[in-house]
């Protein structure tokens, strides 16, 4: 099983990034897909996620409206757009792959996000 994040960087205020993860050697589309981020000194927090087989999303209060995730179940990617960004999204960003049943999930090695000015 593989997930790697790629897109991260050092952005200015109010800029946009987009983080990807390209997913190999399991069932990408049965997957629940999520992004989450720790910052230092401070828990991994789940900021984006598919929680359903719909494709419904969950957003953390402190990204809606600025972060957007999709899916791609034919190139078994997922992204994160993340735009008006502030120095507070600083932080690793990893990619998660939840079993549908929950028995299990996979994380990626992550990327860095420093928003700065």
């Known amino acids: 099983v593989r997930l790697v994040e790629s897109g991260g960087g050092l952005v200015q205020p109010g800029g946009s990034l987009r983080l990807s993860c390209a997913a190999s050697?399991?069932?990408?589309?049965?997957?629940?897909m999520s992004w989450y981020r720790q910052a230092p000194g401070k828990e991994r927090e789940r900021v984006a996620a598919f929680i359903s087989a719909g494709g419904n999303t969950n957003y953390a209060d402190s990204v809606k409206g600025r972060f957007t995730i999709s899916r791609d179940n034919a190139k078994n990617t997922v992204d994160l757009q993340m735009n008006n960004l502030k120095p507070d999204d600083t932080a690793v960003y990893y990619c998660k792959a939840d079993h549908p049943l929950g028995l299990y999930a996979y994380w990626g090695q992550g990327t860095q996000v420093t928003v700065s000015s």
């Open positions: 050697r399991f069932t990408f589309s049965s997957y629940l």
